[in-house]
């Protein structure tokens, strides 16, 4: 079996195991490779220059977690699906409601085998796409994946590699795609031994997490490799349909080609190559058009960014929260820019970051956009893992849904939102490093400064904090969280049904008609032939209706009002006709 590593300032490289170390040679090219017979089923690591041993930097299993023996998966063979051998096709973006999860806490179980028997009651629900938060190996035994330090390596408490592709497979059997969080703009510090083997960080610059890889100085171009090599293994060989890539504004790219255009470039050439259709999804809050304009415009070529202008200024009218980032955002005239145009900010001045910030979406897409009124980020970066039905009644819950699931965009969902979860989500860590445990702890404290959340913040360190994250399933037979669940299960299906309808080629999608009046808190808006009529008050008004024959067809409550009757409080009616 071939053993290569790229080590370029390295004057010696070997291969250690238990029985034996093996002196790989040099390939001129700062790759050291050997030809070994010898058994290393038992775990093997580099030793850089007579130093001690380290795990493989492409290590495909980290069994004993990210400090031991590196492993070559025994029952899972990569397979590069084909549409010829009858591959599953995912829906387009302009089709899809996505549905993140956090395969840890998405059952009592916390792995890839129990997470499988929940997938047709997601299929049930009108999801086509599940979205995974990272699973590159990080220390301990739980955590959010963000700080993972072996990258081509999937988390071993979820389930072994071989368990992992067949959860994928079990995707697409029940008809649903998988898209994928990776991380490409720091590693976690624990465990990260990348730097012994050559100049993958840089200290040109710094992300808010640790140092930046080095994407655009000396010997950037293996870097590069690495990282678009691990993008390429998750869709190639465990059958992935898309990436989610976390904080692109962190990732520090000055060439003349961007890393990520580069990425996209080479996820395109895949795709070809097996015709398969991958997608990109970018996170970032730049609020900037050109990570999904195509490379041809100027652009990297990506295929969507998260927009979070629309969670942000639908919690802020909901909840009231002012502080932190919701300090930018000021009522219903917001929620009405979001449903209309994506972006709130458009370069004009945001006093929470101090100067302007911004640029208008021009030539893009409602498809490229993804919204949200809960994920992973907007819940666990609270100090008590607070969901909106943890703040919010079930009026505001319904008139929530009805806005991401019928807006525009393409809605995300997190994890229980669509029963009303009461189960928090938090922020756990599980850091075996003591001084890096007391910092995480310490700084989790600090990051709450800028906001008025009252308590002490849960230990992120404690076992309890991880398991009082984890999803209720009984809930679903509850009477309140039926009633949710039966309002985002009708959602989705009128959705599918008149929402989202086919676009010629070629052509720009209508942005939907939206109107309001924040004093007297009601909004509409149409598109495709569907009417949303809110009244966010607290007393019944009459709300202007568009010209035309409408027929209603779904209720927040059990009765809705008569035609041409004022709108009950905090009553969410939709229609259909025009």
């Known amino acids: 079996m071939i053993f290569s590593v790229w080590a370029p300032y390295a004057d010696s490289v070997e291969l250690v195991s238990k029985q034996r170390r093996i002196a790989l040679q040099p390939l001129g090219t700062g790759y050291w490779q050997a030809d070994v017979d010898a058994d290393v089923g038992n775990g093997y690591k580099y030793s850089i220059d007579g130093q001690a041993a380290v795990p493989d930097p492409r290590a495909l299993r980290q069994p004993h977690g990210v400090h031991g023996e590196s492993q070559i998966p025994e029952s899972f063979q990569p397979k590069a699906r084909a549409a010829s051998s009858g591959v599953f096709h995912a829906l387009p973006l302009g089709e899809a409601v996505l549905y993140e999860l956090h395969i840890g806490t998405f059952t009592a179980e916390g792995t890839y085998a129990a997470a499988q028997t929940k997938l047709a009651y997601l299929r049930e629900l009108g999801i086509t796409h599940i979205e995974l938060m990272p699973l590159a190996t990080f220390p301990g035994k739980r955590g959010w994946g963000y700080d993972g330090v072996d990258l081509f390596a999937p988390f071993p408490a979820y389930g072994t590699p071989a368990e992992l592709a067949a959860f994928v497979d079990a995707c ?49 171009d293996e870097v590069r490799r690495f990282v678009i090599d691990n993008a390429l293994m998750w869709l190639k060989d465990y059958g992935f349909d898309g990436l989610r890539l976390d904080a692109v504004h962190a990732i520090f790219s000055f060439g003349a080609v961007h890393v990520l255009e580069e990425l996209s470039d080479a996820v395109s050439s895949l795709g070809t190559e097996l015709r398969r259709s991958f997608v990109l999804i970018a996170e970032s809050d730049l609020n900037d058009p050109r990570l999904v304009r195509s490379r041809a415009q100027g652009g990297y070529g990506l295929d969507a960014q998260w927009a979070d202008d629309f969670h942000h200024a639908v919690h802020r009218y909901f909840t009231g929260e002012s502080d932190g980032y919701y300090a930018d955002f000021h009522g219903l005239q917001d929620v009405a820019a979001a449903l209309r145009e994506g972006y709130v900010y458009q370069g004009q001045y945001s006093a929470h970051r101090k100067r302007r910030h911004g640029r208008p979406p021009l030539g893009v897409e409602p498809h490229q956009l993804v919204v949200s009124a809960q994920n992973h980020d907007q819940i666990g970066n609270r100090a008590h893992g607070e969901r909106l039905s943890m703040l919010l009644g079930m009026a505001q819950l319904k008139a929530i849904a009805a806005l991401t699931l019928l807006s525009t965009f393409v809605p995300l969902l997190f994890q229980g939102e669509e029963w009303g979860a009461d189960t928090p989500f938090l922020y756990f860590t599980d850091h075996q490093d003591r001084e890096l445990a007391r910092a995480v702890v310490e700084g989790r404290r600090r990051e709450f400064s800028a906001f008025r959340w009252q308590g002490a913040v849960p230990n992120p360190q404690d076992a309890d904090t991880f398991d009082r994250s984890k999803l209720n399933w009984r809930q679903l037979t509850q009477p309140k969280h039926a009633e949710l669940l039966d309002w985002y299960r009708r959602l989705i299906r009128l959705r599918h049904d008149r929402v989202v309808l086919p676009r010629e080629s070629g052509t720009d999608s209508a942005k939907p008609s939206v109107n309001f009046d924040a ?23 009459r709300v202007p209706m568009p010209a035309g024959e409408w027929r209603l067809v779904l209720s927040s409550w059990q009765e809705p009002p008569p035609p041409a009757a004022a709108v009950p409080p905090e009553m969410t009616l939709i229609y259909i006709g025009g």
């Open 519 to 541: 004093a007297a808190e009601w909004l509409t808006f149409i598109h495709n032939g569907v009417l949303a009529v809110f009244n966010f008050g607290d007393r019944a008004q």
């Open 172 to 220: 697409h059997a029940q008809q649903l795609a998988v898209l994928l969080d990776v991380v490409y703009n720091h590693l976690g510090p624990d465990g990260n031994y990348l730097a012994q083997f050559g100049p993958y960080f840089t200290d040109r610059y710094r992300t808010g997490w640790g140092p930046a890889f080095n994407f655009d100085g000396a010997d950037s």
